[in-house]
Nanobody, 124 residues
Framework: QVQLVESGGGLVQAGGSLRLSCAAS????????MGWFRQAPGKEREFVAA????????SYTDSVKGRFTISRDNAKSTVYLQMNSLRPEDTAVYYC?????????????????WGQGTQVTVSS
């Protein structure tokens, strides 16, 4: 069973950047599709970005396209979310998730393992 640990969250001013990391333990990491989700206070969890096991396919929610980039380093069993041009509305707890399939998925129910989350706060 893969276990996930996120890091890299923090407080940043609007227009700034952060890079989130999600380190995975366990075997066959490249066989897992990975995703990032976020949940703001009082709101439902929403999809942010996903990447295939090989890293060749990605998907983004419309509000982050052109600003966020998901990538992975299978040698390090780590997935990243580079966040640029951050906005106050990006403030949320960001969760990393893994699914036992190498394909891309945007639904939270498609994921089998979740990290504990990391807080991102963007001030105006």
């Amino acid at each position: 069973q893969v276990q996930l640990v996120e890091s890299g969250g923090g407080l940043v001013q609007a227009g700034g950047s952060l890079r989130l990391s999600c380190a995975a333990s366990g075997r066959s990491y490249s066989g897992y599709g990975m995703g990032w989700f976020r949940q703001a206070p009082g709101k439902e969890r929403e999809f942010v970005a996903a990447i295939s096991g090989s890293g060749t396919r990605t998907s983004y929610t419309d509000s982050v396209k052109g600003r966020f980039t998901i990538s992975r380093d299978n040698a390090k069993s780590t997935v990243y979310l580079q966040m640029n041009s951050l906005r106050p509305e990006d403030t949320a707890v960001y969760y990393c998730a893994a699914r036992r399939s190498p394909t891309v998925a945007t639904m939270g129910t498609a994921y089998d393992v979740w990290g504990q989350g990391t807080q991102v706060t963007v001030s105006s």
